[in-house]
Nanobody, 116 residues
Framework: VQLQASGGGLVQAGGSLRLSCAASGSISSINVMGWYRQAPGKQRELVATITTGGTTTYADSVKGRFTISRDNAKNTVYLQMNGLKPEDTAVYYC???????????WGQGTLVTVSS
């Protein structure tokens, strides 16, 4: 399954972006989907997860600012990012989480750059 992330761009601090991740196949059987990010020189980190039932979790660094959602009918996962900070600058990817991590290809991700 190919995972294509999009929606990134350059935004000023305090701004918003909405990322989308479209899967080439069904994600309905992937119990937990997540958004990851990788900043330059840092390891990839998990920032948000969502189950098929809609339960969400967030990293402390994004809690209250980011919202993850999924549309299984469209095989798409979204990440609404508000109140962006320069430290949110990274390449963002989506994939499964836990045992489902790597079910799809990581692809090139989508670059988010937040200027101060």
């Amino acid at each position: 399954v190919q995972l294509q992330a999009s929606g990134g761009g350059l935004v000023q601090a305090g701004g918003s972006l909405r990322l989308s991740c479209a899967a080439s196949g069904s994600i309905s059987s992937i119990n937990v989907m997540g958004w990851y990010r990788q900043a330059p020189g840092k390891q990839r980190e998990l920032v948000a997860t969502i189950t098929t039932g809609g339960t969400t979790t967030y990293a402390d660094s994004v809690k209250g600012r980011f919202t993850i959602s999924r549309d299984n009918a469209k095989n798409t996962v979204y990440l609404q990012m508000n109140g962006l900070k320069p430290e949110d600058t990274a390449v963002y990817y989506c994939n499964g989480v836990g045992v489902w991590r790597g079910f799809g290809s990581w692809g090139q991700g989508t670059l988010v750059t937040v200027s101060s």
